[in-house]
């Protein structure tokens, strides 16, 4: 008993082991992921609906989206952006781990007759031939990778992206650190039966990582027949910091904003987002 609540308090490295699959793709917790997804009041797995339609709104002026306008959207969930964009006339390719949200997706597109392929498949092991005018990832997902998987992604977004092509994301900033704190938890059935449908013993630790500015929410679910950790890491950034990691992969940021919805950037914002170009105002060659 001792070892395993010695096991349950350890405090991994950053971004030691990564299990968004087990948060996404669980069979029981996928359900209620799309659920929250598909509830337009709330801002939890998908922002709201009232949101959604503003960023919609302010992505197709921003990027003059219309007819032959190519966009990538990574971590699409059940497809709440890349229907709407599609209706903008985008040709559109969502890409999602969760075959639940991928399932819904393709269904939405098919009775509306969208312009969108869907993919059920990692992000981080994507490939593809074709060439996008926009890659988006939205609501925070960039900030769950390493530094090693963000610098795979972004270069992957370079390759991917047309010459005058350009990235979408938003992130957790250094304000929204200062707000969080560590803690332990500990519950019968945690968050409502949230991870399982038997009865289970939910552990919380939340670790801060002052240096590297990272944030672990670790949970251990304990049912009588297993127990899983799954490590929910988030990355919070200083707008530099972003900028730095874009620039190692050969972008240019053109802006940053306070949300996808092109509000201006506030550094008490929670989260800020960003657009980098893979070209500079005078071309590639201006770097
Ligand atoms: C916070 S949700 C955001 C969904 C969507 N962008 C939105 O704002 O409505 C993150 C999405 O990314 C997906 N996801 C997370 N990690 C992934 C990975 N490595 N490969 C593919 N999809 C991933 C999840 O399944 C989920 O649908």
């Not at 992921?33 to 002026?61: G, P, Q, T, Y």
């Not at 039966?193 to 929410?217: A, C, M, P, Q, R």
């Not at 092109?262 to 929670?270: E, H, N, R």
Request: aromatic share 14%; net charge negative.
């Amino acid at each position: 008993m001792f070892k395993a609540l010695e096991k349950i308090n350890e405090r991994p490295k950053p971004f030691q082991t990564y299990t968004a699959s087990d948060l996404w793709t669980d069979e029981h917790t996928s359900k209620q992921m799309l659920s929250f997804h598909l509830d337009e009041a709330i801002d939890v797995s998908s922002r709201n609906a009232e949101f959604i339609n503003r960023s919609v709104e302010w992505i197709a002026s921003e990027f003059n989206i219309g007819r032959d306008f190519k966009i990538a959207d990574f971590g699409c969930g059940p497809g709440l952006y890349a229907a709407r964009l599609a209706k903008h006339g985008a040709t559109v390719t969502g890409i999602d781990f969760s075959g639940r949200s991928i399932e819904y997706a393709k269904e939405v597109a098919t009775r509306d007759r969208l312009n969108i392929s869907y993919v059920n498949q990692n992000y981080l092991e994507f490939e593809t031939e074709d060439r996008f005018d926009l890659v988006l990832m939205i609501m925070c997902d960039f900030c769950a990778l390493s530094p090693t998987q963000r610098k795979g992604i972004l270069s992957k977004f370079h390759k991917i992206l047309k010459p005058s092509g350009s990235a979408l994301l938003d992130v957790y900033s250094l304000s929204a650190f200062e707000q969080r704190e560590e803690a332990t938890t500990y519950e019968v059935n945690q968050l409502n039966g949230f991870w399982s449908t038997n009865k289970y013993y939910g552990f919380l630790n939340t670790f801060k990582y002052d240096e590297e500015k990272v944030i672990l929410d670790k949970y251990t679910i304990i049912e009588s027949e297993r127990t899983r950790t799954v490590y929910n890491w988030l990355q919070y950034f200083a707008p530099e910091e972003l900028e730095r990691e874009f620039i190692d992969a050969g972008f240019f940021v053109k802006g940053f904003y306070s949300d996808v919805a092109g509000t201006p950037y506030d550094q008490k914002s929670s989260e800020f987002a960003v657009i980098a170009n893979t070209s500079g105002p005078l071309g590639r060659q201006d770097r």
